[in-house]
């Protein structure tokens, strides 16, 4: 039985939520026969697909060089290109620039009908592949969409501000029409008290 690779990741989750299930459940100071085997198999499990982690990755080192040298030596291998880009795809590959440029190159050229929709088929679906990969990355990024939503999550809630006292009612500012009076007249000066007038004698 085959697995791809994203299918590898969701076993090797899954058995190790099943270990820790079966070791958290279990009461304290409890080892019975039955949750050791459970156990031994779950490990050995694990190491199973670690070993197939590994071989699926040796394999598509394999592929991808292969890849390369019929990439290489288009258009005269195109048929073999994408018999090798297919399986390829299969152990999880995301087509890169060159593969892309590949295919749009052999669907321009000189080819039946049926071979030039199969071509055009593997375009698009490479295409997707390729927009999906950068859409992943991008949403990882710090500043990316989940990166942002997250950021907002964390981000605490602003505290509200206190209450101002009332302020006092401010003078009202001079009118600019109106001319503002001088001291003196405000002010007038004050007259000296006129000298009394003299007696005269007879």
């Known amino acids: 039985m085959a697995f791809s690779a994203d299918e590898l990741r969701v076993l090797r989750r899954a058995l190790a939520h099943a270990l820790t299930t079966t070791s958290s459940t279990a009461p304290p100071g ?17 190491e199973a697909v670690d070993e197939a982690v590994r071989e699926g990755g040796r394999l598509r080192t394999f592929l991808l060089a292969d890849l390369a040298r019929y990439r290489d030596a288009l258009p005269g291998s ?8 297919k399986e390829a795809l299969a152990a999880g ?10 295919l749009r190159s052999l669907r321009t050229r000189c080819a039946g009908g049926a071979e030039l929709a199969r071509r055009s088929a593997l375009l698009r679906h490479c295409e997707q592949l390729a927009e999906q990969s950068v859409r992943v990355r991008l949403r990882a990024l710090p500043g990316g969409r989940s990166g942002a939503r997250n950021a907002r999550e964390q981000e605490p809630a602003p505290k509200p501000e ?12 001079p009118r600019p029409d109106r001319p503002i009076p001088t001291p003196g007249e405000v002010f007038p000066p004050r007259r000296k008290p006129a000298p009394p007038p003299e007696s005269r004698t007879a």
């Open 93 to 102: 590959h995301v087509p890169g620039p060159d593969d892309l440029a590949a």
């Open 30 to 46: 409890t080892s019975g026969p039955e949750r050791d085997r459970d156990i031994q198999e779950y490990l050995r499990l694990a």
């Open 162 to 173: 206190p209450k101002q006292p009332p302020q006092p009612p401010r003078p009202k500012s």
């Open 78 to 85: 195109a048929a073999g290109y994408l018999a090798q880009l």
